[in-house]
């Protein structure tokens, strides 16, 4: 994960006029699916982030200086207000993420996007480790043309380079629609850390990402 890390700062040092754009390829379905408002306070952006099971992506992004009001949901889906049951059945077309609100003053997009493809695997379609489904694809829900260009460039960058043995899967597509989940998935690895998933997969990654990026991390 260091080279990886040192890797992407190189990358961020880079310009990105430089990236090839390639045609995006419309779904006419996109169109159909519902939507939500996200209201973002002044002097914030906001971000939804699909990196596998929403727990491990919270606990991550919670320790990150200028990110606030972290909440796990659903994004993506043709399901209007979906439940966990039918978001893990696989068949509301939503995925697990975060959404959150971010300081571009402290954090920018592209250091966000850094933690996100250093946390998780960006190579395996509808997969993280364990947990199998469209439900757990690797997906930037971008918010804004500005967000497109930077996922879409630094995909593009990082597949170039050979960062990771396979080619990066990951959805970047735009931001229709986010269910806030359940409350008992909110905040799950502070209120729940003693749990075996909590012990043996949370806290594993958890710990390797505060060593990479401990400048970043809030006091």
């Not at 996109?30 to 971000?47: R, S």
């Not at 930037?140 to 960062?163: D, P, W």
């Not at 080619?167 to 003693?194: K, R, S």
């Not at 949370?202 to 006091?219: N, S, Y």
Request: aromatic content about 14%.
């Amino acid at each position: 994960m260091k080279y990886f890390h040192i890797l992407f700062i190189l990358l961020l040092t880079g310009n990105m006029a430089c990236a090839q754009q390639t045609p995006s390829k419309k779904n006419k379905t996109m169109q159909d699916l519902p939507k939500t408002e996200v209201e973002t306070p002044n002097g914030y952006e906001v971000a939804t982030l699909g990196a596998g099971c929403f727990w491990c992506t919270e606990a991550i992004y919670q320790n990150l200086q200028g990110v606030e009001t972290v909440r796990s949901g659903y994004s993506g889906g043709h399901v209007d207000q979906p439940t966990y049951r039918q978001v893990t059945s696989g068949t509301s077309g939503h995925a697990e993420v975060i959404q959150f609100y971010f300081d571009p003053a402290v954090i920018s997009f592209e250091e966000i996007l850094e933690v996100f493809w250093s946390t998780h695997d960006p190579t395996t379609l509808n997969r993280q480790g364990a947990d199998v489904g469209p439900q757990y694809r690797s997906a930037v829900f971008y918010h804004n043309e500005a967000q497109k260009e930077a996922a879409e460039f630094y995909k593009n960058k990082l597949n170039a380079s050979g960062a990771f043995e396979k080619p990066i899967v990951t959805e970047v597509t735009a931001f229709n629609n986010f269910y806030v989940a359940e409350d008992y998935h909110q905040n799950y690895f502070n209120d729940n850390g003693m749990q075996p998933y909590c012990q043996f997969v949370i806290r594993p990654k958890l710990e390797k990402f505060k060593k990479v990026f401990a400048e970043k991390l809030k006091d």
